[in-house]
């Protein structure tokens, strides 16, 4: 009976571990996709990936060698808002966060994003830098040479054509 017991409790245990060592549950309402999140962004531009420019003291299982904590994006074309730097920082996940590792985006690709800025100081960011939510689309991948931003643009397209995109955020 005591044994019964004990296995109970150790199940319950590793139970209550395993589910708050999940630091992001997302629950996305409306539309969630990337032209639903950019009319909602104060900006939305094209960025090339130029550097990592932060990294995790900590090891992240499944990564070899530093993840990157942040990254340096050169913005080749503005299509919202009022960003008047050449080049910005974004912060990703250190492994506690709703945000995506900055190890998915590669240096020297380019991106369609709609992040969010950072309002203060922290060891997560810097005021008037940015970051991504993992809860919803706020960049794209883009094929440069085509002119085509590819992912979940909207509920029903997966891309879309930079120059159509330009006309959908004048709207």
Do not use: H
């Not at 993840?67 to 080749?76: D, G, L, W, Y």
């Not at 080049?87 to 998915?104: L, N, S, T, V």
């Not at 800025?117 to 883009?142: A, H, M, P």
């Amino acid at each position: 009976m005591k044994n019964l017991f004990l296995k109970k409790i150790l199940l319950l245990t590793i139970m209550l571990i395993s589910f708050s060592s999940f630091a992001c549950e997302c629950e996305c309402e409306g539309d969630c996709s990337f032209s639903g999140v950019a009319n909602g962004m104060e900006f939305v531009a094209l960025v090339k990936v130029i550097e990592y420019s932060d990294f995790l003291n900590e090891e992240i299982i499944g990564y070899e060698g530093k993840m990157p904590f942040s990254m340096t994006v050169e913005i080749i074309k503005k299509y919202k808002g009022t960003e008047s730097r050449k080049r910005i920082k974004i912060w990703g996940d250190d492994g506690a966060q709703c945000r995506p590792y900055i190890a998915e985006f590669e240096i020297g690709k380019y991106y369609l994003i709609a992040p969010t800025r950072i309002e203060k100081d922290s060891e997560l960011g810097k005021q008037n830098d940015y970051d991504f939510f993992s809860c919803w689309t706020d960049y794209l991948t883009v094929d440069i040479e085509n002119g085509i931003a590819i992912g979940e643009y909207s509920k029903k397209r997966n891309k879309i054509l930079l120059k159509e995109l330009e006309n959908e955020l004048e709207k």
